[in-house]
């Protein structure tokens, strides 16, 4: 690869991916959650929703997508983003390196630190599509590439990073992370990226709009070929928006309670009527589902981490020991990856994802058994218990995330497969989001406390009881056929489906095409293309049926 793309581009690659996902956010995730629980000394519940809050750039993905499609400046559509990107981390970690912030404060500057990892990696991955789609045989090897950089430097981290907290602590280990930021302003100054200069004034044979002296250009075909993907991709992004800053302005439940059930209810209608408008029913479908599923569920991630730490009844487990725990997971992950392209990879989407929801929800009760301690009664140590969950959990989400990245692009229109991809990761992204401000709403009702966890146990089952919801979705939202199924006999699954859904043939069409043009240039075999471009399993639809101690790595599996 390096004589593909030059020693440039792989040393960006393990900047983005290794460097600043990997090792830096390791340490990042590390230190944010002994931040909020050690020096804010904020409650459970209340430091849940800000860290929410706080991740809400990954929200935003197609507008930055859009944007430097869009908005080049200075004829370059990424360079310039990701050196603003570096900035802005550079800032936001040298101003969480003071010592008295108060937690608002400390959620904007988490807001700018999210945003400067989130940016890059939109724009490294529309880079390597790029790559992907020229040199369609070295598309394995570029998402390879992505793994194992963010894979090793993740463990490492991951291995680091209780050290770190214990001998240097939280601030100073974000005064440390500002070298990451550094590292990308450095790459993005030298283009290791290999962005390329476009000079033309003419985009699709499109006059574009200048601004600046002719430095910012704006194609204004972009917005009017995409209307309504425009509008969605938008809108999506705004409520996620709205619904943080009412996190952050009102402090009655039921204040946001309503607020997010309003939201949800916005998300599922306008996504799927604007989908259906469009012809896009498999896109519709598909994206009710990805938003649902991880919707419903909600996340208590942040009360187990402080019971497995802070609780005098708890195991009260080391920063080492937690950094060891969410190294295992990364590497268990990895494992599931292997089973699943071994034995699962020709299963059915409704069988494979009803039967990892129905895993999850079981694996949800170690939670219970750790809780009311019996464990000890049966002779099995705390570390015992939640490196097994550890192993396990991580294994199973693999198997729930790979195909569903799969359905995503199988579902993707000719000419648009960018914008809805990344606005179908995206709603993956916001159901996770919107799965935290719930739980933080249930741990606040049952009243679990810093000090009191005497509801836990009824939080944990209302969380693993509602894993089974999205199993409910799948005979409506779920196609059958598998991921590897041509598209064509896909789609004749589909019309046998309960639901007796007519899609007219050319929607059939216009999706092999789209995956046809996604997946090779000039190759006659679609559907080996399909595999090999299929985008990476790095992200992010990451869900809230996985323990504390681990979850933080499939939150570091950022979308395209």
């Not at 009881?465 to 064509?488: A, K, M, Y």
């Amino acid at each position: 690869m390096a004589k593909a793309f030059g020693w440039p581009f792989i040393l960006s690659v393990f900047i983005v991916y290794g460097f600043q996902q990997g090792l830096g956010n390791s340490w990042f995730f590390q230190a944010r959650d002994y931040y909020f629980k050690d020096v804010l000394k904020i409650p459970p519940a209340e430091a849940q929703s800000f860290i929410a809050a706080s991740q809400t750039p990954w929200n935003l993905k197609p507008i930055y997508g859009m944007t430097s499609d869009s908005l080049p400046i200075y004829g370059f559509h990424r360079i310039p983003y990701i050196i603003l990107a570096g900035v802005i981390g550079c800032v936001c970690f040298s101003l969480l390196s003071t010592v008295h912030l108060t937690a608002i404060i400390a959620v904007v500057l988490l807001f700018g630190v999210n945003l400067s990892v989130a940016s890059p990696d939109v724009m490294v991955d529309g880079l390597i599509a790029e790559h992907a789609r020229e040199r369609p045989m070295f598309a394995t090897d570029l998402q390879s590439l992505c793994w194992s950089c963010m894979s090793l430097c993740a463990i490492c981290g991951y291995l680091t990073s209780g050290f770190m907290i214990t001998s240097v602590g939280s601030i100073v280990m974000f005064r440390i992370l500002t070298f990451s930021s550094l590292v990308i302003i450095t790459a993005g100054s030298f283009n290791w990226f290999g962005d390329k200069r476009k000079h033309s004034t003419l985009v699709n044979n499109t006059p574009v709009d200048t601004c600046c002296m002719g430095y910012i250009t704006y194609d204004k075909s972009f917005v009017d070929n995409h209307g309504s993907l425009f509008f969605i991709a938008t809108f999506i992004p705004f409520l996620a928006i709205v619904l943080s800053v009412v996190v952050l302005t009102f402090e009655h439940w039921k204040i946001r309670l309503s607020i997010l059930l309003l939201v949800i209810t916005l998300v599922c209608a306008s996504f799927y009527g604007v989908a259906q408008s469009c012809g896009l029913p498999e896109v519709a479908n598909a994206g009710l589902f990805i938003f649902l599923s991880n919707a419903v569920t909600p996340d208590i991630e942040t009360a187990l981490f402080y019971w497995f730490t802070d609780s005098e009844d708890g195991p009260q487990f080391s920063p080492q020991f937690v950094g060891y725990i969410s190294g295992i997971a990364f590497g268990a992950m990895f494992v599931g990856i292997l089973l699943y392209n071994r034995y699962l990879s020709t299963w059915t989407y409704r069988s494979i994802f009803t039967c990892t929801m129905l895993f999850l929800a079981i694996m949800n009760l170690i939670d219970v058994v750790l809780v009311k301690r019996w464990n000890l009664q049966l002779g099995i140590p705390d570390e015992i218990m939640i490196l097994g969950d550890s192993a396990l959990s991580p294994m199973a989400r693999r198997f729930y995330i790979m195909p569903l990245y799969i359905l995503a692009a199988k579902v993707c229109p000719s000419g648009a497969e960018a914008t809805v991809f990344a606005l179908l990761t995206a709603l993956g992204n916001f159901g996770s989001t919107v799965s935290v401000y719930m739980g933080s709403l249930v741990l606040v009702y049952f009243d679990v406390r810093q000090d009191h966890f005497d509801n836990l146990v009824i939080v944990i089952l209302i969380k693993t009881f509602s894993r089974l919801l999205p199993i409910l979705l799948v005979p409506f939202l779920v196609p059958h056929g598998s991921p590897f199924d041509p598209n064509e006999d896909t789609a004749k699954e589909n019309t046998k489906s309960k639901n007796k859904k007519k899609y007219k043939s050319s929607g059939y069409e216009n999706v092999d095409s789209s995956i046809h043009s996604l997946s090779t240039t000039g190759s006659e075999d679609s559907e080996e293309g399909v595999i090999e471009l299929m985008p990476s399993w790095r992200n992010s639809l990451s869900g809230s049926s996985m323990s504390p101690l681990h979850k933080r790595v499939d939150a570091m599996k950022i979308s395209t």
